[in-house]
């Protein structure tokens, strides 16, 4: 696996955009995709549209960008993201959650923030700190925890919840009333493996 992460060297911005999710490392990989299809269409499709000097010029801004970062991400190359042991991560999710559901918001977000360091990719905890945020009004920290979860693999399996979850901000963003029906929170069991869901008034939104 480690020789394939190294073949996002090929490509400027790559590491940090394919393994970390970095805007930075998109906004590079799109702008050397630019200045390459600048550089191919100058001079193998379109050689009268600009002299040569000018169609040298762009070769080279295309080699510096591609040296640059290249040198630049092989010495900062972004590391594997860790993958704890559940021994680990389990405990800190199990304490969020009975934090959760006793209202104490503060201790059930400094669990989940611990967790989410531990294992960046755990989209029960991410999505159980959006609900958090959103009861506790702090709303567009809620949204944003919620666009974090979507855009990742890990969000995937969440996609109702997060829909859900979505609607509830809209409503209180609005000021509406609730819904009577109570809402199903992904706060299972973490040392059983049916993983199961927990469902009633005290997660209700």
Not at 74 to 82: E, G, S, T
């Given at each position: ?17 394919w ?7 998109l ?5 050397f995709a ?5 550089g191919?269409l ?14 040298f010029?762009v070769?080279?801004g295309?080699c ?5 970062s290249?040198?630049?991400?092989a010495?900062?190359?972004p ?9 680990d991560v389990?405990?800190l999710f199990?304490?969020?959650?009975d934090?959760?559901l006793?209202?104490?918001w ?26 958090l945020?959103?009861?506790?009004g702090?709303?567009a920290?809620?949204?944003?925890a919620?666009?974090?979860l979507?855009a990742s ?5 969440w ?10 901000i ?10 009577d029906?109570p ?11 049916d993983?199961?869901q927990l469902?009633g008034?005290?997660?209700?939104a």
């Amino acid at each position: 696996m480690s020789a394939f992460r190294y073949l996002t060297l090929a490509w400027p911005g790559l590491p940090w955009l394919w393994l970390r999710g970095s805007r930075a490392g998109l906004v590079l990989a799109l702008a050397f995709a630019v200045a390459l299809d600048v550089g191919i269409l100058t001079t193998f499709i379109w050689p009268d549209l600009v002299e040569i000097p000018v169609a040298f010029a762009v070769w080279a801004g295309v080699c510096v960008i591609w040296l640059a970062s290249t040198v630049s991400a092989a010495a900062a190359f972004p590391p594997p993201l860790a993958r704890p042991a559940p021994a680990d991560v389990d405990p800190l999710f199990v304490q969020a959650r009975d934090a959760y559901l006793a209202r104490d918001w503060t201790a059930a977000e400094t669990r989940l923030r611990d967790l989410l360091k531990l294992s960046p990719t755990d989209g029960e905890a991410q999505l159980l700190l959006a609900t958090l945020l959103r009861r506790a009004g702090r709303l567009a920290e809620a949204r944003d925890a919620l666009e974090k979860l979507s855009a990742s693999d890990s969000g995937a399996r969440w996609r109702t919840a997060i829909a859900a979850e979505r609607d509830r901000i809209a409503a209180a963003r609005t000021g509406a009333s609730p819904s009577d029906e109570p809402a199903t929170i992904p706060i299972p069991d973490r040392t059983s493996e049916d993983r199961r869901q927990l469902s009633g008034r005290s997660a209700a939104a």
